[in-house]
């Protein structure tokens, strides 16, 4: 009986054939048709849309990395051309601002702006002086890799194509704005130096919200859904329900001072000597005295010339053993009549080595005592002989060798045994330096400074020390905790963290362990908020840059149980890792009733606030605050001032100028100040300031100064610019981002997630 395997066999090379058809149908064609089936939204979900666009995850990640791209494609291009990287600027990376691009270039397709692949090769050109090779772009393109697939030169053209249309439209929108008024002028210089003194008194929208009637929850489920994807900003007079980005973090703080101070206390003398003796020659050298030559250098230039003048007329009609009618002569007189007149420089030089230098002449005739000037010792050694100088000078350096006419003059102070140095150095050797003998600052007079860096040394030693035993500590934790959990959290009883307060009290540090903080939270705590470190970054001019801690926390891609280290501007050190993350989330209404409802009531209740500013404004005219207010109320009126609109602080005239923030006032904004100082002296005006949680009654006392002076001021400055130029880049640009925000409104721009900051 034949096997029933007979079958199989007799066919088996068609059956493999049909299999391996059917494994490329699975595996090349079915795929697409069962995406189309399913849907792609759930692992592609469209992020951005506008009128007539959209964009999906995928699409958007793309555009961003091609950008990344194409400006590490620049900046080498320019690297390749000579140019400095550091100092060139690159195009948007951001998703928000790559989106935006977009609808640029749609603006710039509908009034047929483009940009042609032969505009983008004359601004590579442009960009690289026309000093890199297609061969050398043909280069760069081929080290690019997206993931590990090779860059296309195609796909970085369509990506600078983008950021070439979209930079174009905004220089056509910018045309209009190549002057500013001088309207503008003299507003943007009254709101710098113009201050003013007010009085005020706040009405608090918070405290008329519970008077308001309570909403029905319908009312309150609409709210919320307008209000859900925004995120709460504390300037901003729109609600946001959507809860922010969260962490919980542990530090460790160093005391730099504490720790300086018990090092201190461990150094002896022995220590103190010998880092004096192993850093005297580049610590704690002593300037030296200044030389008779240094101090007749100080002489005045009219002592100087009358000097001059005196030898000239003493010295008139005699003929110079150096003049064209008397042949120069290497004889012991000659030699005589350098070294006297060089005594007056070098007042130490020995007679017997001045009666031996012999000293090359000029031809020019009278010359030689014209041009003298007396120079440090110092300088004088690299002086050229051919100065023709009669000085001292002269007789300090080696002579190189001249022309000169007579006898035969030795080429160099190696051929002359008897020559000497204008130090006045007896027998000193031909080779040896010039230079004066080091000297160093007394012991006794660097100790404190030598034991203040020894501490110093030792603090950051011990310090680095504990914070090497904490990372380890902490990285061990991280390998156990995430093993706990890639055995699904059973069995074994999960990992104890490092117990912050036990470690601070034996190593004398400061623990903290944070509750659930925004990053808005984490900076207002000041202390590890506010720390730094400095990173390595080759794409920097310095090659480093300092890295902010919230970076480290906050930023993307940030992990939890990563140690961090940090300083502040105090020199105390920091050690912390993130507990915990929270990410931006919307939440449902149940849980956001509260807020949603509060919310609501402080919308409702501005309109009740401003009524009775008003109120209060009405009365101030005619009676003043002391009739128009309780004595309650009497108690909260301010005198704020005086304050300008506008003001550059610490900073100085080199900064841009910002909006002022006088004591007193909660968030003053533009609208607030624009109010105010278009107010007349002696009146009264009820403004909400910016996130209109208060409404100001305000009373202005006094300008300063008055606005003729200012006026004749104003006149005076015409020519300087500079700082009126600050104030109306400013103004350009709140007019640019409202032109973008009516584009984005007339699109129909809308987010479906927030978009991320480039990395």
């Not at 699975?26 to 048709?33: D, I, K, S, T």
């Not at 070439?164 to 943007?188: E, K, M």
């Not at 007349?680 to 009654?697: D, H, L, M, R, W």
């Amino acid at each position: 009986m034949a096997g029933s395997f007979n079958f199989f066999r007799k066919y088996q090379r068609s059956m493999l054939v049909a299999v391996a058809v059917l494994a490329m149908l699975a595996f090349f064609v079915l795929p697409p048709f069962l995406q189309m089936g399913a849907g792609s939204s759930s692992s592609d979900p469209v992020v951005v849309t506008w009128k007539g666009g959209a964009v999906r995850e995928d699409q958007l990640e793309r555009a961003v990395a091609l950008r990344t791209l194409a400006n590490r494609f620049l900046m080498q291009a320019a690297a390749t051309a000579g140019r400095d990287p550091s100092r060139l600027p690159a195009f948007p990376e951001g998703e928000e601002l790559i989106v935006r691009e977009m609808l640029l270039a749609k603006e710039a397709e509908k009034i047929g702006l483009t940009v042609s692949n032969t505009a983008i090769n004359e601004f590579l050109a442009a960009w690289t002086n026309n000093m890199v090779r297609q061969d050398q772009f043909d280069a760069i393109i081929a080290g690019l890799r997206y993931g590990r697939a090779p860059v296309l030169a195609a796909d970085l053209f369509e990506s600078l194509r983008t950021a070439l249309v979209a930079r174009n439209t905004l220089l056509l929108f910018q045309t209009g704005f190549s002057g500013d008024p001088p309207g503008w002028r003299w507003d943007f210089y009254k709101r710098l130096e113009q201050s003013t003194t007010i009085k005020v008194f706040p009405v608090e929208v918070e405290n008329l919200a519970t008077s308001v009637q309570a909403p029905s929850e319908s009312e309150l489920k609409a709210y919320f859904e307008k209000f859900k994807n925004n995120l709460p900003s504390m300037r901003s007079p729109n609600p946001g329900f959507k809860e922010p980005h969260r962490i919980r973090y542990a530090s460790l703080m160093a005391d730099q001072k504490k720790f300086e101070d018990e090092a201190g206390k461990t150094i002896t003398e022995k220590d103190v000597e010998e880092f004096y003796e192993k850093n005297k020659e580049t610590r704690f050298r002593q300037s030296p005295p200044d030389s008779p030559l240094a101090q007749e250098s100080a002489i005045s230039s009219s002592d100087k010339k009358s000097e001059v003048e005196t030898k000239e007329e003493s010295e008139e009609g005699k003929p110079l053993k150096d003049s064209p009618d008397t042949p120069i002569q290497p004889e012991q007189d000659t030699e005589k009549k350098v070294s006297k007149d060089s005594v007056k420089t070098t007042p130490k030089e020995d007679p017997e080595q001045q009666e031996n230098t012999s000293q090359p002449s000029d031809s020019d005739n009278g010359s030689t005592i014209r041009r003298t000037r007396v120079m440090p010792v110092a300088f004088q050694v690299k002086e050229e002989v051919n100065e023709t100088d009669s000085s001292a000078k002269d007789t300090k350096q080696q002579p190189e060798k001249a022309p000169v006419t007579g006898a035969s003059i030795p080429d160099s102070v190696e051929e002359q045994p008897g020559a000497s140095s204008a130090t006045g150095e007896e027998n000193k050797e031909p080779g040896e330096s010039s230079e004066p003998e080091m000297t160093f600052q007394p012991l006794e007079e660097v100790t404190e400074q030598i034991r203040q860096e020894i501490s110093r040394q030792r603090a950051t030693e011990t310090i680095d020390a504990i914070f090497s035993a904490l990372a380890a500590d902490v990285n061990a934790y991280a390998e156990d905790r995430a093993l706990w959990i890639a055995r699904g959290k059973d069995g074994d009883k999960e990992p104890a963290p490092p117990d912050v307060k036990k470690i601070a009290e034996k190593q004398s540090l400061v623990a903290v362990e944070s509750n659930w903080l925004t990053v808005t939270e984490a900076a207002k705590g000041g202390g590890i908020g506010s720390s730094f470190e400095f990173v390595p970054d080759p794409s920097s001019r310095f090659g480093i840059r300092q890295q902010r801690w919230l970076e480290t926390m906050f930023g993307d891609g940030t992990i939890p149980l990563r140690p961090v280290t940090s300083r502040d501007a105090e020199g105390n050190r920091y050690f912390s890792w993130k507990q915990d993350d929270q990410e931006e989330r919307v939440p449902d209404f149940a849980e956001a009733r509260d807020n949603v409802e509060k919310a609501w009531r402080i919308v409702e209740a501005r309109p009740l606030a401003f009524k009775r500013a008003t109120e209060i404004v009405a009365k101030l005219d005619e009676k003043g605050f002391a009739d128009s207010l309780s004595k309650a109320e009497l108690e909260e009126v301010q005198e704020i001032g005086p304050f300008t609109w506008l003001t550059q602080g610490a900073a100085g005239v080199n900064a841009a100028p910002v909006l002022s923030s006088p004591q007193g006032l909660a968030m003053p904004g533009n609208k607030m100040m624009q109010k105010v100082f278009s107010t007349a002296e002696g009146k009264s005006v009820a403004v909400f300031n910016e996130p209109q949680t208060i409404c100001y009654v305000i009373r202005l006392l006094a300008f300063e100064p008055p606005e003729s002076d200012l006026q004749d001021r104003f006149e005076g400055v015409l020519g300087d610019q500079r700082r009126l130029s600050m104030v109306a880049q400013t103004a350009f640009a709140e007019v640019f981002m409202d032109w973008i925000a009516g584009l984005e409104k007339d699109l129909e721009l809308t987010w479906n997630r927030d978009p991320r900051l480039p990395r």
